[in-house]
């Protein structure tokens, strides 16, 4: 008895030590990996120019980036699947893409990424299956990368596309700024995943590299938690343990709804933010002033945020009192191309969700949406690729 209490936890950690190794090595993808953006984004040494991990794919299941902030275990229908493809350059667009020279660069963060999205719920991929129009999917670099790439130097398209959530350009973000630099960078086309990671990315070997993959990717570690979300989430309803968790948050327990900025951004009309509608529109002028110098038309979309469409303090609001509708009205007024969305979604909103309920990005019906009317508005009386 004494020899069994004494090997037995020794022979549990040799277990687990050999688990905890083979894991990290043999099983792609990982399973902390709760959606195809963590396993695709660059971490090597051009991830200053290059977001994805050029021809790096994902298939598999994915759940919302909120949901893991408050210790909630996803539901069943929090679980989707997605597919992630990424070119030769690094970009989330079907390989070959820019060789056949798209006529319109679409801009923006994660939410035009498609972080929570499969590929063919991305714009650039519905307005390829729909109507047979090219257009390159340059998130998430700012719009000055895009001013300084080599590529759409020497073949500049005739659309460049920005597309944002509200706050994203009432704080007047990297993805409208834009400043007429004569800086030039190349992006370099990669024949395999495999050669862009000998270059930008080699394992590390070393004791260091080692233990800060394993620190990283910890499978019993990640076992675990997942032991203890199943066990606090079967014992705790969803509305007590989101008190429990993050202040920064908020949550609407009646429809089970996550919101990351119900507390950072407030939609309405307010003497103090109306001054970022000034700010804002003067970079949007100065933005479209540089990129007619090379012949591109500027062409915006607004999304109204989760919070303004489905928050309690928000949603009845009516549209004349939102910041919104003053941008867009503003844009109107200063010739700024826009597609128009505040009405149309708000309408939608009653009867479909335009977001994750876990997650803080909205979901591809806002990109049909979209992608109707910027065809509808520019591309429908012009032959097309």
């Known amino acids: 008895m004494k020899k069994f209490l004494l090997y037995f936890p020794i022979a549990v950690w040799i277990v687990l030590f050999f688990i905890e190794i083979f894991s990290i090595f043999f099983l792609h993808p990982k399973p902390m990996y709760f959606r195809a953006w963590e396993y695709v984004l660059n971490e090597g040494k051009d991830s200053y120019y290059v977001p994805f991990k050029p021809n790096s794919t994902y298939r598999g299941k994915m759940t919302g980036d909120l949901l893991n902030t408050v210790n909630f275990q996803p ?7 997605q597919d992630f493809i990424v070119d030769e350059y690094g970009f989330r667009n079907n390989p070959g893409t820019y060789a056949k020279k798209p006529e319109t660069v679409i801009i923006g963060s994660s939410f035009v990424g498609g972080s929570v999205l499969t590929q063919e719920e991305i714009i650039n991929e519905m307005l390829r299956n729909k109507y047979k129009y090219l257009s390159y999917n340059y998130a998430t670099l700012p719009l000055q990368h895009f001013w300084e790439d080599k ?3 020497t073949h500049p398209p005739e659309y460049v596309f920005i597309i944002g959530n509200e706050t994203e350009f009432l704080q007047n973000s990297w993805i409208i700024n834009l400043q007429n630099t004569t800086i030039k960078h190349e992006v370099k086309k990669w024949t395999s995943l495999d050669d862009w990671e000998q270059h930008n990315n080699p394992t590390d070997l070393s004791y260091q590299g080692i233990s800060k993959y394993v620190r990283r990717f910890s499978f019993v570690k990640y076992a675990l938690h997942q032991g203890y979300l199943t066990i606090i989430n079967a014992l705790l309803p969803r509305s007590l343990l989101f008190n429990m968790s993050t202040r920064e948050l908020g949550y609407k327990s009646e429809s089970d709804m996550l919101f990351y900025d119900i507390y950072k951004f407030n939609p309405i009309i307010t003497t103090t933010n109306k001054k970022s509608i000034i700010e804002t529109i003067h970079t949007l002028t100065m933005t479209q002033k540089y990129l007619q110098m090379r012949n591109i ?16 303090e928000y949603m009845k609001i009516k549209d004349s009192k939102r910041l919104l509708y003053l941008l867009e009205n503003e844009m109107k007024k200063n010739n700024i191309d826009y597609i128009p969305l505040l009405e149309d979604l708000r309408k939608i909103s009653n009867d479909k969700l335009l977001y994750y309920n876990d997650d803080g ?23 097309i690729n």
């Open 297 to 312: 038309k500027l062409v915006i979309a607004v999304v109204p945020s989760k919070a303004s469409l489905y928050a309690n």
């Open 361 to 383: 990005h909205w979901n591809g019906e806002v990109n049909r949406v979209i992608t109707d009317k910027f065809y509808n508005t520019y591309l429908k009386n012009k032959s």
């Open 75 to 81: 539901k069943r229908k929090d679980i989707r699947y």
């Open 151 to 153: 590529r759409f130097i």
